[in-house]
């Protein structure tokens, strides 16, 4: 993926940046619930992530989304390639998606390694991806994420498919109902001690990432860090997202910067 500079440079219009954690930007998703029911803002942990995170074995604090996206206006063409499996538009023989988001993870990566070893506590040892479960999605097709990751260079090297879909139906209801269950998710092959760089397309709720981290804990892993490419927000879910996805969108999308290394100053999550 030598070329991922060049691959992604047409397509920043449709990268957001994702904010730091601060109050009104949750630590672990670096946004908020996609709900509109009554928050309480300034939250430290979004109402998802309380949800996504509790009665799980152990969660992942770690959650980096490389951009934002929604599922409509300005930021909906990132959630159209991500989540309808859509090739990018324009320009004419630009990128599939798959090369479009190897291309992706490959540059942030690269530019962020450190931030991601950094917090996983030490190198990774593995790089694994969140298989298929029906839930969440507008399109239930085969999940093409361990191509795109095999498709990266710095990562192909660590990377094992270790998670499948669990057989409990009961499980993934709670999935579907944007709840954790790690019984969503079988381990196969040994983790134990392992650091696992969890790489999903689309994070939602929580519940997907959260459920795999859980499995992956129980069968021994050390360390997970989520990267996932974009992470799906609700503008309008409450004020401090209108404020911060305008802001976001006011801003040229930058690949050098990530919320766990761009300081927290300048997204305001108590009201103006
Ligand atoms: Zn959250
Ligand atoms: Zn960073």
Do not use: K
């Amino acid at each position: 993926m030598g070329d991922a500079f060049a691959v992604t440079r047409p397509y920043l219009p449709l990268f957001r940046n994702v904010p730091a954690a601060r109050p009104g930007v949750c630590r672990v998703c670096h946004w908020g619930p996609n709900e509109r029911r009554p928050v309480r803002e300034p939250y430290e942990m979004c109402a998802s992530c309380r949800r996504t995170t509790g009665g799980v074995f152990r969660h992942t604090p770690h959650v980096v989304p490389i951009s934002l996206c929604a599922r409509r206006g300005d930021g909906a063409q990132l959630y159209d390639i991500v989540a309808r499996q859509r090739d990018p538009a324009s320009p004419p023989g630009g990128p599939d998606r798959s090369r479009f988001l190897a291309a992706t993870l490959a540059r942030f990566h690269r530019a962020h390694r450190a931030c991601l070893t950094r917090a996983a506590g030490g190198e990774f040892t593995l790089v694994t991806t969140v298989p298929g479960t029906r839930t969440e999605r507008p399109v239930e097709a085969f999940h093409p994420m361990p191509r795109v990751v095999g498709m990266v260079g710095d990562l192909t090297g660590l990377h094992r498919p270790v998670l499948l879909p669990g057989d409990s139906e009961s499980a993934l209801s709670r999935l579907a109902r944007r709840e954790s269950d790690e019984r969503a998710f079988h381990v196969i092959g040994g983790v134990r001690g392992a650091r696992v760089l969890l790489v999903d397309d689309l994070f939602v709720s929580g519940a997907r990432v959260q459920s795999a981290a859980a499995a992956l804990f129980r069968a021994g892993a050390t360390a997970v860090v989520a990267l996932v490419v974009a992470r799906l927000v609700d503008p309008a879910s409450t004020s401090a997202s209108a404020r911060n996805w305008a802001r976001a969108s006011a801003e040229l999308f930058d690949f050098e910067r990530c919320c766990l290394c761009t300081p927290a100053a300048g997204f305001l999550g108590r009201p103006a």
